[in-house]
């Protein structure tokens, strides 16, 4: 049986759980998350990572995940629909699973935050047009 993480483990002894949001660079650079991950880890459970902030061009939520996964620290990945269609958001889906990143939450709560609206006019792209095709429960 494999070990539970952190937060599955905070979570299902009902304990109130701490998070820290790492945000997405917008270049290639993996050190800055590995320091900011470093800088949280002893104080929080998990660190989420938001998907397509402010509707900037930056790395996917669930690569930044990866790393801090590497650095011991529980990820919380954020998915958007503002931008992705139903194709877009079940490649990134089997991506997050195949990187091991769902395996950090507990089956019993939801594995990924589907944020359904972000408001485009906060993107320097205001004229973006959203795709979304997805229904929120």
């Known amino acids: ?3 539970k993480s952190n937060l599955a483990r905070v979570l299902e002894n009902g304990q ?7 945000s997405s ?7 800055t998350i590995r320091e900011n991950a470093n800088l ?5 459970d998990a660190f989420n990572v938001p998907d397509g ?3 900037v061009v930056a790395m996917a939520s669930w690569a ?12 919380i990945a954020h998915m958007t629909c503002r931008d992705r269609n139903r194709i877009a958001l079940q490649m990134d ?3 997050i699973s195949a990187s091991g990143v769902l395996e950090t939450i507990p089956r019993q709560s939801p ?5 359904l609206s972000s408001l485009s006019g906060w993107s320097r792209n205001s004229g973006m047009k959203g795709s979304l095709t997805m229904e929120s429960p």
């Open 93 to 95: 889906i089997l991506a």
């Open 111 to 115: 594995s990924l935050t589907s944020i």
């Open 1 to 3: 049986m494999k070990t």
């Open 40 to 44: 949280i880890k002893d104080y929080v």
């Open 25 to 31: 660079p917008q270049n290639t650079d993996f050190e």
């Open 16 to 22: 109130f759980v701490v998070t820290a949001e790492i």
């Open 64 to 75: 930044v995940c990866l790393v801090g996964i590497e650095e011991g620290i529980d990820a």
């Open 53 to 55: 902030q402010a509707a």
